[in-house]
Nanobody
């Protein structure tokens, strides 16, 4: 099973940018589709973005389209989330997660497909 460690969170002003990274270890990284999920205070976890095992396909929640970009480097076993034009409602803990198998398509928006999770990194956007 793959182990995941996120980094790159922090405090940023509204309109600012952050780049999150998630380093994987323990298994062949390219065997997994990867996702980003966030949890705002007092709310349930919600899907943010995902990327297929090859990096050839990406998927985003509607509110993230045009602002967030998910990418991966299989040689470095790392997935990234570039977040631009951050807003206070983007505040939360951001988790990366791994879905085993060569999944692609809208199913990557379902949290149930992710079997391994990182510990999360806090993102706080001030107004």
């Amino acid at each position: 099973q793959v182990q995941l460690v996120e980094s790159g969170g922090g405090l940023v002003q509204s309109g600012g940018s952050l780049r999150l990274s998630c380093a994987a270890s323990g298994d062949t990284f390219s065997n997994y589709a990867m996702g980003w999920v966030r949890q705002a205070p007092g709310k349930e976890r919600e899907f943010v973005a995902a990327i297929s095992w090859s990096g050839g396909s990406t998927y985003y929640a509607d509110s993230m389209k045009g602002r967030f970009t998910c990418s991966r480097n299989n040689a470095k076993s790392t997935v990234y989330l570039q977040m631009n034009n951050l807003q206070p409602e983007d505040t939360g803990v951001y988790y990366c997660a791994a879905a085993p198998g060569l999944l692609t398509g809208e199913i990557l928006g379902a949290l149930k497909v992710y079997h391994s999770w990182g510990q999360g990194t806090q993102v706080t956007v001030s107004s």
